[in-house]
Structures are given as C-alpha cells and as structure tokens.
C-alpha cells in the first residue's frame, strides 16, 4: 500500500513500520503511510493492538527540513497525531535510534511509548529558529511535567532512554529488535486491559505548577539564561506556558500560530540556513574515490596556548596526543595550564570527576622534534614567525614518517612557503585552529598549492572526529577569517580617529549580536602583539601605539582600550583612554565628529562583506556558504543573522555596494571600493 510504510499483522497486534532512509524523516510520504496504515489497522477487527516502530537506524528523527518553505502537504503531522490519539487501540510507539522533532510529537500522540536502551528523545526545533509546532509544547509537559518539558524545548537538548524513563516520556526499556519489543509491550497492554492513555487529557503532572506560577516561570528562565537575542527559545517557553493557562485545543492552536511566526521570520530562515551551510561545507573538491590516510599516532608542537587547547580537543574525544616544545620548563608550564583547565571543568560540572586525570593520561609531553617519528597527523603550533615555522618544517622533513601529514596552525602565513621548506610538499597544509582551540569549533583547513587531496581529505576527516568543522580555504594572508576580520579592524581603528571611542564602536557590534566587539577582542588578545609587529614593520598607528607606550596592554595587564577590575573580563569605560584620544587627535591636528551608530554599523560589516566577496572573486574560499560557516563557528557571528555573506543577501548586494563606494569617498579609503563581484551581482 505504501512504499515506505508497511502494516503486517502478527494474531491481535498489527506492527506499522515506517522504512524510509536514512532516518525515517516525516516526509509527506512517510505521514500518509502511517495514517493509512493506523487507519487500516484500526478497522480491522482481529487487530486489538497497534505498534508503531521504524526499520533501519533510528525512529522518526524529524521533520523533512526540504519540505520547510513550501506549500504544506496533505495530510498534516497533526492529522496523523489527532488519528492515532483518538484510535480505538492502544497504539504505542516502539522507538529505537533518536525520536526527535515530529517524531517524537508522533510518539507523544500515542497512547504507550517504549525504547531501547540506547535510544535518545528530544525537542530540537530551536536549534533551526523554530519550536515543536506538532503538538509537542503541549503533551510533552504533560508527559514530564512542565519544568523539565520546558528546559527540553528551549534549549533542544535530548533525555536518554534511562532518562525519559525516570520522567515518565516512556513507559518501559524494551531489549533487541524495537518492533519485538513494542509487540511484547503491546501484549502486556491488552492482557493488563490497560487504558488508553491520551495525553491530552491527563493533566496530572501540571497541577503543581499551576498552584504555584513560580515553579513553571522559574523553570523557563534558566533555560533561556543562556539566550543571546534569539526568538524561537521565548516563543517555545510562551507556548509551553500555555499548557497551563489555556485549554489543551486552544494552546494548541497557539503553538500553531507561534511556530508559523517563526518560520516565516527572519531568524529562523537564517538558522536553517545555515544548518545546511554547516553540511556543504563538508564537500570537499576531490577527485572521486580519494580515502583519507589512516590517522592513529598524532604529534603537536608547541604547548602554548594554541597547542595546549589543540592537545586538549584530540585528548577530549579520545585520541592519544605527544605533545613536544623546545624545554622542560616550557612543558611543564604547558601541561599546567591544560591541567588546571580541566580541573575548573570537572569542578563546574562540565565533564565527570575522573575525566581530567583520563584527558591528561592520553597526552604524553616530550622535548624534542624527534618525537615527532611515529605520527601521522602533527601540527605545528609555534610562535607566529616564518623564520621558525620554516626551521621546524625543514626538520619535520627529517624526522617524520612518510605519508604523515604535516599541518601548521599558522594564522596569516603563507603555507605554500613553508611546504617549500620539505621534499614532501604534497603532505603539508594548514589546520587553523581558533582560541580557545579546546572549545571554538572551527578549523579552517589550508589547502596549498601542492596539497594531495588525501592529505587534505585527512585533515577534514580527523577534524570531524575531534568535534571540529571544518571549512576548506585557500592560501592568502589571513585565510578567510582573519583577512575579513582584518578590514573590519581597519575600520574600527579609523573610527578612533574620527572621534568614536572603543565603547561605542565595540556597542554597535555587540547589539548586532556578535559576541565581542573589536577593542574587547583587541584587550583580550593582547595589544603588545600588534604594536610589536608595527615596530617590526615599522608601521604607525598613533593612538594604539599610545596605549601601550602607557603599559595597557589589555587584559593581562588590567587595562588597554577598556579598564578591568581585578579578577573581572568585564570591559569597563576608562576616562582616561577617551582623554588619550583626544589629546592624540590635538596633536595630530584632527576635529572629532559624531557618527551615529547606523554609520558603524555599516562600516564594521559591509567592509568584511567586500573581503568576502573578494575572497570569492579570488577562489580562496568555495562558496559563500562557506564563508559564512567560518563566521559562525570561529568568531560567534550570531546563527540568527545566518554569517556575512548570507546578511549582505537579506540587505541586498546593490544597498552594500552603493554604501561602501559612499564610505569610500567620504573617508577617502580606496580599500572600501566595492568589489567586483558585489557590484556585478547587486546589479
Ligand atoms: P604561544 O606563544 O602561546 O605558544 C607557542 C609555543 O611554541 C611556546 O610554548 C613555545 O615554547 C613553543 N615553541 C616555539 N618554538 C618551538 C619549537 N621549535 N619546538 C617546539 N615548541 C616550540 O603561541 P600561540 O598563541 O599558541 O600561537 C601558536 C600558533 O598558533 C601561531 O602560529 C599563532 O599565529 C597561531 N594561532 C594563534 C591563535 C591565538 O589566538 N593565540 C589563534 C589561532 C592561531
């Protein structure tokens, strides 16, 4: 009857299995054949019991995103859920895999659920902009109570199977096959003669929580503690709260009404976005059929900061690490600080109390490069100079294995160069990390000139295993990240100039939803790197040079464009930095003006939109998509506002072309003439 969904009938329990892979998504197929098959085996009078199970690796995972944005098919999750509520027969959801989004709404419709013991349950809308529009923000609390329903919905995280069964989200933990299960199940059910249970109707674990409002307020604004500016976590705690106050029909109807909001807004459009930005990105251009080489031994060079949180991502997901440096005392330093990272985890609670002495057994410090001579993957993270990439490199040539892969962390060098410095140039590449490596989730991985495609396909791979995402780039001064982040801070820097102070540039920012604004970020890198590399280059920037011939060299030594209390990362306002600008624009003959916030807005972000655009003309990145993954995941550019390339779209290509050739001129700054790409496709 249905490609996709099959009923067969084992004496008093017909068994609906859903087999549409890979992960049993509802698409509109998947709906009508579970409808059709409930339906049928509803009216058919042998049947007394109902199972509803899924072939292949998991249960229902979800909505079919493709679908998002399109005309609605008939028949809807809501029909499927109302028919299957309302079955004569107990109907029990038999859930193996992860029943997530729309499928477990699905489960929660039926009357019974049981799982295996590896099976996970959740609520992840939010994480695409959206909330359960299926039902779930309303039998979910009536399964698990309304605390714990909302923490689940607001924040999308999943119960395991022992959990869901503590809480009352399932009935019983069910062993091997799920659809065996849940016909055992379901016979217990009919020789029990056990009623029908619709949640919908059973308000039991809500009483509590409507005596008291405080229990349920309490509960939604600690899950939403963490929300920085995005819709969909309030609106999902709004439309749970309505289980509470509304009757069940009608606050479904409000959920209804909430969840279409969100997906026709803004937020949401850009979070699915990138949600499938994310998995492009993962295409690598590759001739067909290259595998990865095999990566067991890893080495890391250097133990400073970069090294130490790259050490501590492969120790995290349980690959064995040597870590090398140049002494002893330089080790030791190292390994302390990754050890006291781990320890101020474990006592937060962030990992279990055993999991810092496991971490740090698998990452072995040595002295010495030798070391490096049974590694198939090493990454170099030295200090940021070509003389010493270049030594180290030439002496990895000596001593590594052939076929390891040899990777630096540089941040703006040029990697062709340093491959010049082997006989194998065809293993080297860059992985750049971002700090702190042991929690920023991109790698940037650096394809040179000669770079192998199964060298760069390991480098891909072996970032996926460390919980990493990886987005191939080409080789120019800053890669993709740092380059855009470089025309930006052109930008800020100029606006000091012009009269604005770090407050307001780094306000503007912040308020767009980004996490950091350039001074912040400036204090809490150190402004000391810059002003030496200035001397070194013998460049001028008057006011930052200022503020460090003052000894404010940002966090680390309690002030630089901001002041800090001690022991605090707040950045707080310093008289005396606006009386440092002044006095340095007097001197340098300059009137401050006032600029309003709309004009840093526009030069904070078009001219990173102009470096991206130019990245593109220049093939150093592959698709804008790419670059927009870049932003999101290694400089907390808001997953609302989608990434750069994908808010110069919502903007219009034609508004930031035309407002950069304004800002060019008014600033005298060629460097923000619109690139030709943007031009071109603004029309
Ligand atoms: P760092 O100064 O904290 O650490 C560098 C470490 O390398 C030091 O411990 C040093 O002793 C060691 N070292 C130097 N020469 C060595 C050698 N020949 N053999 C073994 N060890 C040696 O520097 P960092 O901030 O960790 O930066 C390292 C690299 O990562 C640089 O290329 C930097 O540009 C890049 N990077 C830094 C950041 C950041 O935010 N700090 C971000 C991304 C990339």
Known sequence: MSEVVKVERHDAVAIVTVDSPPVNALSAAVRKGILEGVKSASADPQVQAIVIACAGRTFIAGADITEFGKPPQSPSLHEVIVLIENAPKPVIAAIHGTALGGGLELALGCH????????KLGLPEVKLGLLP?????????????????????VTGEFLSAQDALKNGLIEEIVDGAPAVGGEAFARKVLAEKRPLRKLRDDDSKLAAAKADKS????????????NRGLEAPLAAAEAVSHALDMPFDEALKTERELFLKLMNGDQSKAQRYAFFAEREAAKVDVPEG??????EQVAIIGAGTMGGGIAMSFANAGIPVTLIETGEEQLKRGLGVMQKNYDATAARGGIPADAPAKRMGLIKGVVGLENVK????IIEAVFETMAIKKEVFGKLDQYAKPGAVLASNTSYLDINQIAAMTKRPQDVLGMHFFSPANVMKLCEIVRAEKTAPDALLTAVAIAKRIAKVPVVVGVCDGFVGNRMLAARGKQAEKFLFEGALPQQVDGVVTKFGIPMGPFAMGDLAGLDIGWRSRQDRGIKSEIADAICEAGR???????????YEAGSRSPLPDLEIEKLIQETLAKLGLKPRQIDDQEILERMIYPMINEGARILEEKIAARPSDIDVVWLYGYGWPIYRGGPMFYADQVGLKKVAERLSFYAKQTNDPSLEPAPLLKLSGG
């Open 290 to 295: 290259t595998k990865p080489r095999k990566v």
């Open 374 to 377: 049974d590694a198939d993957l």
């Open 553 to 563: 060299f940002g966090q680390k030594t309690g002030k630089g464009y901001y002041k």
């Open 133 to 153: 529009g299926g039902g779930g923000t309303q039998r979910l609390p009536r399964a698990v109570g309304p605390e714990l329903a909302v923490k689940m919905i």
């Open 112 to 119: 019974f659920r049981v799982a295996t013991k590896d099976a």
């Open 215 to 226: 229990i349920f307020t309490n509960a939604a604004a600690a899950a939403n503690k963490r």
